[in-house]
């Protein structure tokens, strides 16, 4: 454990000091990342500018959701997405013979090869959501919500980072994935409502198929203090399920990998 601390240590430092060589790109990065989080609630303060709820949301707890969208938008965008689309690339240029060959998990190195450090950015966004959000509420969240909902953060992290190793590693069956990529992007906007605003079908993919409703909703309910426990254990369940389940698909797909001395 020791050991792949440090490798992780080593490829933070490493991207940190490759964003770093062009500060001015590197600030405009991150005052751009700052605008989009802050652009993205403006569909919110649309609809609740007309009504005082949607299907049981008030607005600061609909405000709560969003945190957790943009919170899990930067984990996407600054640790999963970099490093994970480089692996596309190895797998169709034949040179993932580079990281194979290395003394440590594949899987580990892949998923730690690259990292956006202006993405820390929107997690900043998303807390300071959730200061505003509790400040309207005039209440904060009590400790062990707070705990659950770091639970959950945890569980959404790891379910998030499952789903973007099933698109990759359908790289090592299709040429290209970059449509599924885009695809899951896409979906993944979703995640800034609540899930109880979709309904029949919709309700039933985007919390057992596309579990986004894991992502944002179950730990917004957290940190409001209205998830149920039955439902928090099932979201710790689901998320092993889909790492275990990405960690054999994983180890299977790269069995097909075709080099390109081979």
């Not at 607005?59 to 970099?82: C, Y």
Request: glycine fraction near 6%; charge should be positive; include cysteine.
């Amino acid at each position: 454990m020791k050991r792949y601390l440090r490798l992780l240590g080593v490829q933070l430092r490493a991207s940190t000091t490759i964003a770093l060589q062009y500060r001015v790109e590197f600030l405009g990065e991150g005052a751009l990342a700052l605008f989009w989080a802050f652009w993205s609630l403006v569909p919110l303060l649309v609809v609740f500018g007309h009504r005082p709820a949607v299907a049981g949301w008030s607005f600061e707890e609909a405000l709560v959701v969003m945190g957790w969208f943009t919170l899990m938008k930067g984990v996407l965008e600054g640790a999963v997405n970099p490093s994970l689309t480089s692996v596309v690339e190895h797998i169709r240029k034949g040179t993932l013979d580079f990281v194979l060959l290395k003394p440590a998990d594949a899987q580990f190195l892949v998923s730690t090869a690259k990292f956006e450090p202006w993405r820390v950015v929107d997690v900043l966004a998303g807390l300071a959501i959730f200061a505003v959000a509790f400040h309207r509420m005039g209440r904060l969240p009590a400790p062990t919500h707070v705990l659950a909902a770091l639970t959950l953060l945890v569980c959404a992290a790891v379910t998030l980072y499952s789903l973007w190793i099933l698109v990759v590693s359908a790289a090592f069956f299709v040429v290209k994935v970059d449509n599924l990529s885009f695809l899951f992007s896409s979906i993944f906007d979703a995640a800034r409502w609540p899930v109880t605003v979709f309904r029949g079908a919709w309700r039933v993919v985007f919390t057992f198929v596309v579990p986004i409703a894991l992502m944002t909703t179950y730990p917004a309910l957290a940190l409001l203090g209205r998830l149920d426990i039955r439902a928090a254990a099932l979201a710790v369940v689901g998320a092993a399920a889909f790492g275990a389940f990405a960690r054999v698909v994983w180890a299977r797909s790269i069995g097909h990998y075709t080099s390109a001395s081979s």
